[in-house]
Every structure is written in C-alpha cells, then in structure tokens.
C-alpha cells in the first residue's frame, strides 16, 4: 500500500510541522500492554499490542466487547486511571515522542491539538449546560491564543465543516436541541477544530440509525481525505470498517491477532477469529440458514488460556496451540498470530458472498 | 392507506390481523399529539417471521407493544387469531394474552436484579397461577435447558451473567407460557456479532420446535432479511412497503427502502461493493407534524407536487408486494436508486 500523498497534508494554522516524512509511521504502538488494580488483585487487559499507522492512514480496530479496543484508544492519549489505579507499559510513538513519557503539562497540548477523540454516546460527551458554540470555543482557546469573537468563528466554521445546517444559529443551541446525528457531527466538529493529525473514534457511529451511520461514515473518511487526518476507527462493526479504512486491526482478548490491508483480510483472512467474526454476520449467510456462530466467548482478563487466547474456541485448534503464538509478519504489511495461519484456507467474506 | 390488509402465505384465519391500527400519544406540552403508528395494516399467519425495519422514531416499537397489548391503540383494529383482545374482560385478557409475548432490547433492564434466574423465569407461571409450585418450577427449568442454560444458571442472580445469557433468560421466560406469537424487539442489538449469531440459531430452532410465530423489529437490515418471511419497512408512523423477505432484499421498490438498503456497511472488499450509496439527507421528521401527502417526500429524490398533495395509496404492485409510493412504477423502471 503506497503512503498517503504529502500534497493533501494541509498546513496547520500554527506552522507546526504538517507531515511526517513518507514512510514513517504517525503513530507506532510498541508493546503496550495495561493492567488494571482491582479488588481481586491486578488483572492485564491488553498484551503487548504493537501497530503503527502512516500519516493520512484509516484503521480499524475490530473485535468483540472485552478484546481491549477501547482501553487501547484511551490509553494512547493518557485517559486510563492514574496509576496506581493502571499500570502502562511500552511505548506509543507519536511524531517522535513517546506519549507514555510525557508529563501532563505536554501531555495537554497533545490532547485534542496533535489527537482528537471522538466516542460513543455524543450526549454524555457533550456538556449539557453549554452550548456547542462554547464546548467548540473551549477547545480552540485551550490551544490557541484567539479571543472570543476569532474562537467563535472558528466554531461555526467547523460546524460548517461538518455538515450542520445553520451553523451559526446552531453554534447557540444545547446539547438537547440537536438530534443524534447532529450531536455527533458536533462532536466530530469539537475533535477536528484544532486540525489534530490524528483522530481516534471509538464506535462513533453504534447509537445512530443506519441511514444516519452512512452520513457520519462518509463524512468521517471525506475529512480525513481532506485534510490528511489520520484515523484510528474502533467498531465491532466490520462493515463499517470495510467502507471507512484501508486496514484493520483485529484483536481478541488483549492481543492483536491478525493485521492487515481490509480487503485482504475480507477476501482471505489468515486468523481464524477474523474469520470467524466474518462469517457470523447475517448478511453473509444463506437466508433462514443456521448461522456460523463462535462458540463460547471472550475469556475474562482473569482467567485468560495459555498459549494461543482463541484455541478454546478455536474450531481449527490442534496440539501445539497450546504454545504461545506470536505475532508475525507474512508480508505486504500484513501479521497475524496462528500457527496454522499457512496450512488453513479460512473462509472471508468474499466465499460467503458469493455462495448465496 | 386502505383497509384492506395484505395478506399473509396462509388463506385462514390469520394468527395476528391488524386493520388501520392508530396509536396516538398526547404530549404533556401543549396539545400536540404524536402520531407514533399512524394507520397500517397487515396479517401475520401462524408460523411466519414478519419482519418490521425502520429507523429510531418510525413507531416500530410502539407497533410492537400494542401487537401484545402493552399499548391500547387509538384507532382501528387488531385481532388475535380472530378475537379482539381489547373487548375481554380483564381476567380474559391476563389469560388471552399469555399466547402473545413480547422480548425487548435490553437483556439486562428486564430482568429484576434481586431475583434469581429461576424465579425470573418462573414469574410469569407465578402470576398466571394455574399450576401447582413444583410443575411451575419444572417448567421453569425445562424453558432455561431449553435456551441452552445450565441448571446452575438457575440459582444465579442477572449480574453474573453475560448479556447473551441474560437475553437467553429472557427468551427462557417467554417460552415458560408456551407463546403462539414471540414480538421479538430489537432482541440482538445489544450483543456481539457471534452471541448475536448464537441467539438468532436459537431463535429459529425454537420456531422449528414449537411452530412459533415471530414479530421481529429491528433496525439492523441483515438480521433482519435474514430472519424473516415478509419485512414491513416503516416509517412515520406508516409502512412505505410490505412484501417477502428476498424479494425486498434483491430489489427494493420504495425510495426509501432503496435508501435504507444502499445504506448498510458491507462488509466486502472494495472491488465487490457497489458503491451506489444513496444518503439520505436529513433525519427522519417529528411525529408530531408529519408532512403532507407523502411523508417520506421531505427525504426522497423523486419527490415531486403531487407527493405533497396526496398520501399515496398502498397498492399492491406485485404480487404480494405492497407499496405506499405515488412514483414507484417510474423509479422501478429507472433503476436508479
């Protein structure tokens, strides 16, 4: 896959340095792995999880609840409890620093300038004794030295941006004047005005109607076309993916288990967990038909299998998926962690698609 | 939208038979009134998966609940198996309507935290009060077998349970009153694609079992092509078409079906979509005030005078495929979405 064109990286307000070099990564994630102190002692949600995404790049993170999408997405801008409460390891490389190190006070200025996030529920995210005009304002002038009336302008070009009618009536309006829709494009409008190089959406289109989700998909990659914006996509749902990044990342119970370019992993997944996730939605099976579901579930963080994490439930497990599996690279950007992955052709979407 | 209902595969009496049914709300401000279900019409035969699609706001849920009696509608008719449930007596009724039940979205809202699943399951035996306490309990624990709980479950309270499993007491505790018709809400939207996969296999083999008939609404269009006889595709408070399952799926005729279909995430890689997403500017408009004529005309790219003049009758185009669209004769032979 050729990285994303240095032409269509916009120069940011400030002049700080637009892009990196073509070929380095945005963002390299090395070995993060996070725990949490709970009552019954610490518990480890994810396992060393190692990706990087290029500037302009769209990824997505699949996976069921409890594989540690969420988490991931939280810890890369610092937002997991304070230790002791968590314990993070590893490294998260960002335009040359790494994250995990920075103290607070930078850490702020990379929050919501350089990293933008977007999240579920627009209105719990959204202040509802504020409104848009001022929640937008907050941000620019937590980065930016504008008065009032300049950070006012700014928030109503951003709504424009995003799509809202009216802008600069609804930069007046709360929280509860504005439909779902509405309120997540406000949200995307607040994560986008300060033009951060990347943003992080957790399952930003789940609370929304179908026809609504289409609006914010499109929208979401339009902008990140635009502006180069790099996007970290986290979703259970693969569709989305497929129409919204060129690769995914799919986890499982902590670990990242297979990654590659969305296509490929469509056509001819090599994990057995894509796969299986694939094969179990409805659209691809035959109509009335028995669906190929994954039996059991995720295991909780506490009683997590040895060796390979799927193996119980894994229909392919053979002796030795007992070992532990490592993550490796079969080329063309493209990992995964089986030890089968070679001897096993496992059925993508294209198969199931084709079949019915 | 005429009287006439459209009729289901089977000639007989119809397990559920809904004429012009209205469910009106008054708000508290003022004298608005929503019109959540606003006259639609329709059978449902005894053993069939009726699917019902719309989006947040189209009155889908609001149809549910007063397919089973939750909701009293404020006009027209609704029929089970011929009788009129809303004439009984309130006795009647507590045992009419244990054949008509209903599974809501949210596993975990509908079960009672302090009770165990045993007791949750049993209740509906409880309250209906027929059977001696052991046969009720034998029951109740034959339903948590059935949906593929262990016996241990039983003595479990909610919160050590996953959602699917919450969801499959849900389904236990319907079962336990041996139901002719299940209106199945939004039942999988809460879980995982796999869980979700789990439940809707459990779904049809107890339909195979027990000759169940189904109510499905949802919003996800592949569960719910996947799952059903017939779809219903509503809007407003309207149904914009009604016809077989495969026969929407491969060629939608309504504008907004079309829509709505071209909206899904396909899950394919980019040289097998059909990138013809038709996007629906917008959002669906307040119940309150529904436009004039036609009311999806506010949304829709054929829309033209006559669409705001008249509301377009519900024809039957094909067999029996059922449209409410003044165009749809045009759009169809356009092709364009």
């Known amino acids: 896959m050729p990285a994303a064109p240095a032409t269509s990286a916009p120069v940011s307000r400030d002049g700080a340095p637009a892009v990196a070099a073509a070929g380095t990564p945005l963002l390299e994630v090395r070995d993060l792995s996070i725990r949490f102190r709970t009552g019954a002692g610490e518990v480890q949600v994810t396992d060393s999880v190692s990706f990087a995404l290029r500037a302009g790049e769209r990824v997505g993170v699949v996976g069921e609840s409890g594989c540690g999408k969420t988490v991931t997405g939280l810890s890369l801008l610092g937002l997991l409890p304070k230790p002791p409460r968590s314990r993070v390891t590893g490294q998260v490389l960002f335009e040359g620093r790494d994250l995990l190190a920075l103290p607070e006070r930078e850490m702020r200025d990379v929050r919501g300038r350089r990293i933008g996030m977007i999240f579920q529920e627009p209105m719990s995210a959204l202040d509802p004794v504020f409104t848009i005009g001022q929640q937008i304002g907050e941000t620019i002038r937590a980065h930016f030295k504008v008065g009032a009336r300049e950070a006012r302008e700014r928030a109503i070009d951003a709504l424009a941006s995003v799509g809202i009618p009216l802008p600069d009536r609804r930069c007046d309006e709360y929280p509860h004047q504005l439909s779902g829709g509405m309120r997540q494009r406000a949200m995307i409008a607040i994560a986008l005005v300060c033009e951060p190089k990347l943003l992080i959406a957790d399952e930003p289109t789940t609370a929304l109607d179908v026809t609504v989700q289409a609006q914010i998909v499109d929208l979401l990659r339009k902008l990140s076309e635009r502006t180069g914006t790099s996007l970290l996509f986290i979703t259970h749902d693969l569709g989305v993916v497929a129409e919204a990044c060129e690769r995914m990342l799919t986890m499982y119970a902590g670990q990242v288990v297979e990654d590659g370019a969305t296509d490929v992993v469509l056509e001819r997944p090599l994990h057995p967990y894509s796969s299986g996730l694939l094969r179990s939605i409805p659209r691809l099976s035959q109509r009335k038909s028995s669906l190929p579901s994954i039996r059991g579930r995720v295991p909780s963080p506490a009683e997590m299998p040895s060796g390979c994490r799927f193996a119980p439930r894994c229909g392919h497990a053979r002796p030795g998926c007992e070992a532990e599996q490592a993550l490796v690279d079969v080329g063309a950007r493209h990992r995964v962690r089986c030890a089968r992955h070679a001897e096993l052709a496992l059925p993508g979407a294209v198969a199931q698609a084709v079949a019915t | ?337």
């Not at chain 2, 509906?124 to 016996?151: F, K, N, S, Y």
């Not at chain 2, 919160?159 to 939004?186: F, W, Y």
């Not at chain 2, 079992?209 to 092509?225: C, N, Q, R």
Request: hydrophobic share 40%.
């Open chain 2, 1 to 337: 939208m005429s009287a006439v209902p459209a009729p289901g595969p089977r000639a007989d009496v119809p397990l559920v038979r809904v004429a012009d049914l209205k469910v009106h709300f008054r708000t508290g401000r003022g004298h608005e009134t929503v019109k959540a279900v606003d006259g639609v019409s329709f059978d449902v035969a005894a053993g069939e998966t009726f699917g019902v699609i719309g989006e947040s706001g189209s009155g889908k849920s609001t149809l549910g609940r007063a397919l089973v009696c939750l909701t009293r509608p404020t006009g027209g008719t609704l029929r089970h198996a011929g009788t009129d449930p809303f004439a009984l007596s309130a006795r009647e009724l507590k045992r009419a309507r244990r054949e008509f039940q209903i599974i809501f979205q949210d596993p975990n809202a509908a079960l009672d935290p302090r009770m165990t699943i045993l007791r949750s399951v049993r209740e509906p035996l409880d309250i209906l009060g027929e059977l001696a306490a052991p046969e009720r309990d034998r029951r109740a624990l034959e339903a948590i077998d059935r949906v593929g709980l262990r016996a241990d479950h039983a003595q479990r309270y909610p919160h050590e349970l996953s959602g699917g499993q919450k969801q499959r007491v849900n389904i236990a505790r319907a079962l336990t009153l041996r139901p002719r018709l299940m209106v199945c809400d939004e039942v999988v939207a809460a879980l995982d694609v796999s869980i979700q996969a789990d439940i809707l296999n459990l779904f049809a083999d107890l339909q195979r079992e027990f000759g169940l008939t189904y109510v499905f609404i949802t919003h996800d269009l592949g569960v719910v092509s996947h799952v059903s006889d017939r779809i219903a595709v509503m809007y407003l408070g309207r149904f914009m078409e009604l016809g077989p399952a495969q026969a929407i799926s491969e060629r939608p005729l309504h504008p907004y079906t079309r829509a709505l279909l071209s909206s899904e995430p396909v899950p394919l890689p980019s040289a097998l979509r059909t990138d013809r997403r038709i996007i629906l500017e917008g959002e669906i408009p307040s119940p309150v005030s529904p436009p004039s004529g036609c009311r999806f005309r506010t949304r829709c790219r054929h829309a033209d005078e006559a669409c705001a003049a008249g509301v377009p009758a519900w024809r039957e185009i094909e067999p029996s495929r059922f449209v409410a669209c003044h165009h749809v004769e045009r759009i169809d032979a356009g092709g364009g979405g």
